[in-house]
């Protein structure tokens, strides 16, 4: 496959699936060769948009195509298992919308079947391929901000006109691949409180507290109800914090040192100047480059080259269990839920 271009076939052409298209079309090492979606809409919409591209309602066709060497899933989470496996048992590279499955079963089952067919799995965490959050676990395994202590984000919006998930299966899923993407690990343990207030069946408002063997616990809040949108998080480590907030337009990321304390350590006998200076901020340079097209190079790459992607089905499964296990705190009342031991 190298030295050729990689052929997509994009499944679903909703929300999401045209800057798919866009964005591995704009690719020079791939070239999207089949849209397929169900709504003839939708299909009519990519004929316009993108001139001259095949679309079709039928899958089958474009499984069947042995010019496709990878297919791009972007439709409704509960359809994610029947595509992904159909795909990886027609020999295809699959990149899956996140979050990866409806269930823990249905994500094990195709990160088992991606491992067996030898396959490249690609979940759509975007935002792990942010460079702000990309520069944030650079500065973490550089030891600049020392031992994680605490995180907390908030991920605030108004809803969807429809949902088939949750604002936790929505929004949450962002803010627990970083979780994931950051601490490298699932939590022991994950405690969430959820209500429903505008939505007649969905929960449009839940905290998530997740709490980690080293003691270190993060803390998420998603709802549907804000009108003005928040993209938030902040994270400390005994040296420093980070406060990465995506709706800025410029300095979107901020490191803010432990500053100056004269009261630490002062004796009784001893007289000085009690004080306390705030941190140095300072604004960490980041990478020009659209999440998502950083996201499709990193799927292309590992199909040429084998590399493990950022995102892949092992960080796709985590978050469907911390996905899993909240939405079991939930039910249970804001029980604990024992996770990754």
């Not at 950051?182 to 839940?206: C, N, Q, S, T």
């Not at 705030?278 to 990478?287: E, H, M, N, R, Y």
Request: aromatic share 8%; charged share 25%; proline share 5%.
């Amino acid at each position: 496959m190298k030295n050729r271009k990689i052929n997509i076939a994009v499944a679903g052409a909703g929300y999401w699936g045209p800057n798919l298209i866009r964005n591995f079309s704009g690719i020079d090492g791939a070239q999207v060769c089949w849209v397929c979606d169900q709504k003839s809409g939708r299909r009519r919409y990519v004929e316009e948009k993108f001139p001259g591209l095949p679309v079709t309602n039928n899958l089958n066709q474009v499984l069947s195509d042995s010019n496709v060497d990878a297919v791009v899933i972007a439709t409704p989470v509960s359809t994610h298992r029947d595509i992904a496996l159909a795909a990886l048992s027609a020999g295809k590279h699959i990149w899956v919308e996140k979050p990866l499955a409806h269930s823990v079963r249905a994500a094990e089952e195709i990160v088992q079947e991606s491992k067996k067919q030898g396959l490249t799995l690609v979940v759509d965490h975007l935002f792990v391929y942010n460079p702000a959050v990309a520069k944030v676990k650079e500065i973490i395994q550089k030891g600049d901000l020392g031992k994680l202590c605490y995180a907390e984000s908030g991920r605030v919006n108004l809803g969807p006109p429809a949902s088939e998930v949750d604002v936790v299966w929505d929004l949450a899923t962002h803010d627990l691949a970083i979780t994931y993407y950051l601490w490298g690990k699932v939590p022991e343990e994950i405690v969430a409180y959820g209500r429903r207030f505008h939505h007649p069946k969905l929960l449009d408002m839940a905290f998530l507290h997740l709490i980690f063997d080293d003691a270190s616990t993060v803390m998420h809040h998603v709802s549907w109800l804000c009108p003005e949108k928040t993209r938030r998080y902040f994270v400390a480590g005994e040296k420093g914090s980070l406060i990465f907030d995506d709706t800025q337009s410029d300095n979107k990321l901020r490191f803010i040192d432990q500053g100056i304390d004269s009261r630490i350590g002062t004796k009784d006998d001893e007289m000085k100047e009690l004080f306390y200076k705030p941190g140095k901020v300072s604004f960490p340079a980041l990478d020009r480059i659209e999440p998502l097209r950083a996201a499709c190079m990193d799927f292309l790459a590992s199909i040429q080259n084998g590399q493990r992607p950022r995102s892949d089905g092992k960080a796709g499964l985590a978050v469907v269990q911390m996905l899993e296990a909240a939405e079991q705190s939930i039910a249970q009342g804001s029980r604990p839920v024992r996770i990754g031991v």
